[in-house]
Nanobody
Framework: QVQLVESGGGLVQAGGSLRLSCAAS????????MNWYRQAPGKQREWVAG???????NYADSVKGRFTISSDNAKNTVYLQMNSLKPEETAVYYC??????????WGQGTQVTVSS
């Protein structure tokens, strides 16, 4: 079993920034891609950003230009830099590791709260 541990969440004011981290217990080269999702109470889980093992990135339209996903392979860690945060982006943010032919691994999540 692979362990994923998210950290970096907290309380920020609208317009502020946070940097989330996702630390994996094995090399992230083991996975097709690493992704960030978020889920607010009463809402569907939403894909936010992803990065492939080759370093290609993609973003949901709602966060493009404000969020940046990156990786530090030596540390087995993926990051999500979130700038200009909005109150509606209050959610639990999850890290997921995508695999070929199997279900993804998921972390426990980290709470992000954006106050207005």
């Amino acid at each position: 079993q692979v362990q994923l541990v998210e950290s970096g969440g907290g309380l920020v004011q609208a317009g502020g920034s946070l940097r989330l981290s996702c630390a994996a217990s094995r090399s992230i080269f083991s996975f097709v891609a690493m992704n960030w999702y978020r889920q607010a109470p009463g809402k569907q889980r939403e894909w936010v950003a992803g990065i492939t093992s080759g370093g290609r990135t993609n973003y949901a339209d709602s966060v493009k230009g404000r969020f940046t996903i990156s990786s530090d392979n030596a540390k087995n860690t993926v990051y999500l830099q979130m700038n200009s945060l909005k109150p509606e982006e209050t959610a639990v943010y999850y890290c997921a590791a995508s695999r070929i032919g199997a279900a993804s691994y998921w972390g426990q999540g980290t709470q992000v709260t954006v106050s207005s």
